[in-house]
């Protein structure tokens, strides 16, 4: 059971677009169309900003989209808004004994 | 309104036990699965367990598979992990966390978050 792999920094301008990666095995995001990103502020609780690969929650702006191709998947932020700054974590389903993975965590800077 | 609170967290010494609890309102409880998810300080974040609407379903991670048991009581509206053989890399905030509707989504995404209870497993 290991941690998907995410780069530990991104950025961009505001109106810009970033795009964050996530990368696991067949036996996580590559076998299941069950990956989620989350987004959070410091000192704040997760909100849940993507699910199923490329779905958006209600209330979620279509500035948030999702992808995943082979055993990566990716969340776009486009637009960026200084509101934007925060932690991007992912999330897949990893099979086996119903076990949920995941990612280390992405730092989101809006210079 | 929606909402999860913890409560229960505290210092413990290694090697002893502590349950922490989380009390839903706002949504019928026993439509959704629960999870337990925790983020140790300056970390990010790693999913604990889960259980289904019924307690059929329930999963662990490796790291705590055998210490930790995840439990439900539905008239309650309430979520329990008791966590046994208590160590010091077990020290983190614990967030309740609801599913969304689904047997497969509701594994893995988690759409309403408490604000979490803190751990600290220390001498």
């Known amino acids: 059971q290991s941690a998907l792999t995410q780069p530990p920094s991104a950025s961009g301008s505001p109106g810009q677009s970033v795009t964050i990666s996530c990368t696991g095995t067949s036996s996580d995001v590559g076998g299941y169309n069950y990956v989620s990103w989350y987004q959070q502020h410091p000192g704040k609780a997760p909100k849940l900003k993507i699910y199923?690969?490329?779905k958006r929650p209600s209330g979620v702006p279509d500035r948030f989209s999702g992808s995943k191709s082979g055993n990566t998947a990716s969340l776009t932020v486009s637009g960026l808004q200084a509101e934007d700054e925060a932690d991007y974590y992912c999330s897949s389903y990893a099979g086996g004994n119903n076990l949920v993975v995941f990612g280390g965590g992405t730092k989101l800077t809006v210079l | 309104e929606v909402q999860l609170v913890e409560s229960g967290g505290g210092l413990v010494q290694p090697g002893r036990s502590l349950r922490v609890s989380c009390a839903a309102s706002g949504f019928t409880f026993d439509d959704y699965t629960m999870h337990w998810v925790r983020q140790a300080p300056g970390k990010g974040l790693e999913w604990v367990s889960g259980i289904s609407w019924n307690s059929g379903r329930i999963g662990y991670a490796d790291s705590v598979k055998g210490r930790f048991t995840i439990s439900r009581d539905n008239a309650k509206n309430s979520l329990y992990l008791q966590m046994n053989s208590l160590r010091a890399e077990d020290t983190a905030l614990y967030y309740c966390?609801?599913?969304?509707?689904?047997?497969?989504?509701?594994?893995?995404?988690?759409?309403?978050w408490g604000q979490g209870t803190v751990v600290t497993v220390s001498s």
């Open positions: 199923d690969v490329s």
């Open positions: 966390a609801k599913g969304l509707p689904g047997y497969g989504s509701g594994w893995t995404a988690f759409d309403i």
